[in-house]
């Protein structure tokens, strides 16, 4: 379900994420710890949304980076935020488990 609201509200970025995962793109969820701890996306790392700004430093700046959240919202607010902050290769995955 969670896919069919990102492709109509365009909650996620048309790209081939597996072949970006394939050749090194970080998984980012910014869902809260207890979300992420609850199921996750393989290979993903968990940086809550309302702490991102607090952890740059743990996102090269170099590799292309996924974000993901339930929705495609969050993700989507992330996204942004990155690349406001330089961040040239972002990419909004929409939701987690289309990373399972």
């Known amino acids: 379900m969670a896919g069919f609201f990102s492709n109509l509200f365009k909650l996620q970025d048309s790209v081939d994420f ?3 995962l394939e ?3 970080l998984l ?3 869902r809260t710890r207890e979300e992420y701890k609850a199921a996750h996306g393989k290979g993903s790392v968990n940086i809550p949304l309302d702490t991102i700004g ?3 430093s743990k996102l090269p700046v170099e ?3 996924i974000v993901v959240c339930q929705s495609g919202m969050r993700s989507k607010s992330a996204a942004s935020f990155l690349k406001s902050r330089g961040y040239k290769e972002v990419y ?3 939701s ?3 990373f399972e």
Do not use: R
Request: a positive charge; glycine letters at 14%; aromatic letters at 4%.
């Open 18 to 20: 597996a072949k970006l």
């Open 23 to 25: 050749n090194g793109a």
């Open 28 to 30: 980012v969820d910014v």
């Open 54 to 56: 607090s952890n740059l």
């Open 63 to 65: 590799k292309p980076i």
């Open 92 to 94: 909004n995955g929409g």
């Open 96 to 98: 987690w488990s289309n």
